[in-house]
T-cell receptor, first 114, second 111 residues
Framework: DTAVSQTPKYLVTQMGNDKSIKCEQNLGHDTMYWYKQDSKKFLKIMFSYNNKELIINETVPNRFSPKSPDKAHLNLHINSLELGDSAVYFC?????????????FGSGTRLTVV | GENVEQHPSTLSVQEGDSAVIKCTYSDSASNYFPWYKQELGKRPQLIIDIRSNVGEKKDQRIAVTLNKTAKHFSLHITETQPEDSAVYFCAAATNDYKLSFGAGTTVTVRA
């Protein structure tokens, strides 16, 4: 299946831990993104990468570190997790940025910090 | 940066009636305006989009209109059905690598 796949789907962890979320797309897209959806459903961009290069870092705390080993993968590592990090994290990809092309979203990772 | 405002935040309609969601954007350089539908517990999915050189686009029961001068765009759903119940997001592209989303509209279609 052609898709954007994220793992894990659910993540429950204690404050202070470090965790990673992985994302892979097989759509041949050049650009990948991480978005955070809070409890009020608001979708906020965190990072965008184009062909492995960081393009946007939307004032995200440096506890969040994205990594793109190749243009089909964009992982997100979070250090020293805090209660406020609880949210659904969506990976997405698009062809050649957003210029006229919609995103394809992954299924999301529901992160719960206790 | 781009600021996208979306109204209403909730919308309840009788099955068969129409639903309209309105969005405004702040950056006159925005040139791409997609709409996403997110069902409960699922991912947002693109349902329709419009570019700044087009004023209106229709796809079966859904249509989008764009007024560049006023910097607003709208989603119209006709003959609503229970499966249209979801959260709908508008968005605007400020540059090639960032979509700014509205806060979402929860649409409930009453049978």
């Amino acid at each position: 299946d052609t898709a954007v796949s994220q793992t894990p789907k659910y993540l429950v962890t204690q404050m202070g831990n470090d965790k990673s979320i992985k994302c892979e797309q097989n759509l041949g897209h050049d650009t990948m993104y991480w978005y955070k959806q809070d409890s009020k459903k608001f979708l906020k961009i965190m990072f965008s990468y184009n062909n492995k290069e960081l393009i946007i870092n939307e004032t995200v705390p440096n506890r969040f570190s994205p990594k793109s080993p190749d243009k089909a993968h964009l992982n997100l590592h979070i250090n020293s997790l805090e209660l406020g990090d609880s949210a659904v994290y969506f990976c997405a990809s698009s062809q050649a940025g957003t210029g006229g092309y919609g995103y394809t979203f992954g299924s999301g990772t529901r992160l719960t910090v206790v | 940066g781009e600021n996208v405002e979306q109204h209403p935040s909730t919308l309840s309609v009788q099955e068969g009636d129409s639903a309209v969601i309105k969005c405004t954007y702040s950056d006159s350089a925005s040139n791409y305006f997609p709409w996403y539908k997110q069902e409960l517990g699922k991912r947002p999915q693109l349902i329709i989009d419009i570019r700044s050189n087009v004023g209106e686009k229709k796809d079966q029961r859904i249509a989008v209109t764009l007024n560049k001068t006023a910097k607003h765009f709208s989603l119209h759903i006709t003959e609503t059905q229970p499966e249209d119940s979801a959260v709908y997001f508008c968005a605007a592209a400020t540059n090639d690598y960032k979509l700014s989303f509205g806060a979402g509209t929860t649409v409930t279609v009453r049978a």
